[in-house]
């Protein structure tokens, strides 16, 4: 089988289009019997600058979401107990919002602190860096940072049109210049080609995350996608998440929101058993997810082991 750096478009849509038992085998190849949990707390909801078209918490449209400022350190600590009693080992502190002003990152640094004291490993997901803000959670000591590339490169400008690939890109770049991890996903089911499927991964595989999370479109009231719950079928989802787990070998890809609505108990459990590796267990953004003990008893059943 070819290796991360090897794999080719041509050989990845060959893969993609494999009957699916055959294509998940080739998945499994890569896959562990260890599964991480990670979970997060929306620590600023709402009222986005940014345009991206799946998303609730954009101001560009009207969606009936809570939405609030950025919470108290107390907040997060409290919330960030609650996941570590669940399994979690990591913790992020996520915001809407293009990205930190100056006067978000003292607290922003001393969150951080805070979730690095409990024994978790620290995350955050806080949009758009430049090399200084990146170098100043380094120093803060921040494990690692989430940042989507969202789609593929071609798909990107479909969208949104207040940021491009590149700016993605780019804070990717300053994050790992700075020495931290990177988390770095998709969100399928928004309209893309099986053939940009494919791209994606390839596009993943360039960034080599630590860590690769897989949401599926919630389409959500009020924004251009909310009639977008056809654009892929569960088989989709199992072929997706196969080909990103054979680009990226080395990666944790991992659950993320919107599976409990767009796949069926048994396919989650086949995703797990062939291709996934990791879980944000609890509740998403701006949507439910399933309940910790769930995770866990599904791991019992497939015989996977809590990584700790």
């Known amino acids: 089988m070819n290796t991360l750096n090897a794999i080719s478009e041509k050989e990845l849509l060959r893969l993609y289009n494999l009957p699916l038992e055959e294509l998940l085998c080739e998945a499994k190849k890569y896959n562990s019997d260890t599964v991480e949990f990670c979970s997060l707390i929306s620590a600023r909801t709402g009222k986005c600058s940014e345009s991206c078209r799946y998303c609730a918490q954009s101001s560009h449209y009207m969606t009936d979401i809570y939405t609030h400022p950025l ?18 080992v990591r913790f992020a502190i996520v915001t809407s919002g293009r990205g930190p002003s100056n006067a978000d990152m003292p607290v922003m640094c001393e ?29 803060a000591g921040l494990v690692r940072y989430h940042h989507n590339i969202n789609t593929s490169r071609s798909y990107h400008p479909s969208i949104t049109t207040t940021h491009t690939f590149e700016d ?35 596009n993943l ?94 791991l019992k059943k497939l015989g996977k082991k809590l990584y700790v």
Request: net charge negative; charged share 30%; aromatic share 4%.
């Open 71 to 88: 919470v108290k350190i107390e907040d997060v600590v409290k919330t960030a107990k609650e996941a570590k009693e669940n399994g979690a």
């Open 111 to 139: 969150m951080i602190k805070e979730i690095n004291k409990l024994g978790l490993k620290s995350c955050a997901s806080l949009g758009l860096l430049d090399k200084e803000k990146a170098q100043q959670f380094k120093e």
């Open 168 to 202: 993605r890109i780019n804070t990717i770049n300053h994050i790992k210049n700075a020495g931290i991890e990177i988390c770095s996903g998709v969100i399928i089911g928004m309209g893309e080609s099986v053939e940009q499927r494919v791209e994606m991964a390839l």
């Open 205 to 298: 595989a360039e960034i080599k995350p630590d860590s690769i999370p897989v949401n599926f479109l919630t389409p959500i009231k009020g924004t251009p996608f909310e009639n977008y719950g056809d654009k892929i079928d569960e088989e989709g989802i199992l072929r997706t998440l196969s080909i990103i787990k054979i680009a990226n070998p080395d990666s944790v890809v991992r659950f993320a929101g919107g599976r409990n609505l767009r796949l069926s108990k048994k396919n989650m459990e086949i995703a797990l058993d062939n291709a996934v590796n990791g879980i944000l267990i609890g509740n998403y953004l701006t949507t439910i997810g399933i309940e910790p003990k769930d995770d866990i008893e599904t």
